[in-house]
């Protein structure tokens, strides 16, 4: 007898590793149908997971992508509605001499491709997926970071600026799509054990009061949360996982 087909769907951007891949097995694993994107080809994860929906290969720091991401996206739930959007995908550029990129020394072209992928991408898969999350009463989730909220030794001015714009349109979302049942909030991770962090994010443990670093499935787990019918009246808010360092 054929197992029934879950019930819950959801669209989870940069999943091919870190934070985004966990996030997706997470969901996999309870049930939900999962919809993934990344630059890279598919995941090992989703060819041998049952309930992983499809992976689509993108660039979304393309506006053109964006949309065809959307569009592949919206076929693959052939009219089913969604649960949630969780816009993960992001870049934080860097130097290869360790220097950080500042205001003053950042390429103005190189701000303008980390603004179109870690702000205006989940502003447009947002739009994009409204209908869809309407019909679900579903939920979205923002990952911004610690980085958007204080100066960060490692992070560059152009990603720390496009996060807390991310912030930022986590608070107009969670106002206007509320009038559809759609809650939106955002995520903050601190030092998370990622292939994104610099090689010298070890200096910073003694900064973090829980004296480690993060890992993926951590911050997964309140992702899921955001999520889940247990968060059913949280919108418009943005959670720290960082350790307890964000409070220095």
């Not at 200096?203 to 993060?214: D, F, N, Q, S, V």
Request: with cysteine; aromatic share 6%; glycine share 8%.
């Amino acid at each position: 007898m054929a197992s029934e087909t879950p019930s819950k769907t959801v669209v989870v951007t940069g999943a091919s590793r870190g934070i985004g891949h966990a996030a997706a097995r997470m969901f996999a694993a309870d049930g939900w149908r999962v919809i993934t994107c990344s630059r890279e080809g598919v995941p090992e994860a989703c060819e041998v997971e049952p309930n992983w929906q499809g992976h689509i290969s993108c660039d979304l720091s393309k506006p053109a992508d964006q949309d065809r991401f959307v569009s592949e996206a919206l076929d693959m739930l052939d009219g089913a509605p969604l649960m949630a959007l969780v816009n993960n995908a992001g870049v934080s550029p860097k130097t290869p001499y360790r220097e950080r990129l500042g205001c003053l020394n950042g390429d103005i072209v190189a701000w303008k491709e980390v603004f179109e992928l870690n702000l205006f991408a989940p502003l447009r898969l947002a739009r994009g997926f409204a209908p869809a999350l309407h019909r679900a009463r579903g939920a979205v989730v923002n990952v911004t970071s610690i980085a958007g909220h204080a100066i960060h030794p490692f992070a560059g001015s152009a990603y720390s600026v496009s996060k807390a714009a991310l912030s930022a349109l986590t608070r107009e979302m969670a106002s206007e799509f509320g009038a559809l049942g759609v809650r939106v909030n955002a995520i903050a991770p601190g030092e998370i054990a990622t292939d994104m962090l610099s090689p010298d994010t070890e200096a910073l443990i003694p900064r973090i009061p829980l004296e480690r670093l993060g890992t993926p499935e951590e911050v997964a787990k309140v992702i899921y949360f955001l999520c889940s019918d247990g968060s059913g009246y949280v919108s418009g808010t943005e959670i720290f996982v960082t350790g307890a360092q964000h409070i220095f």
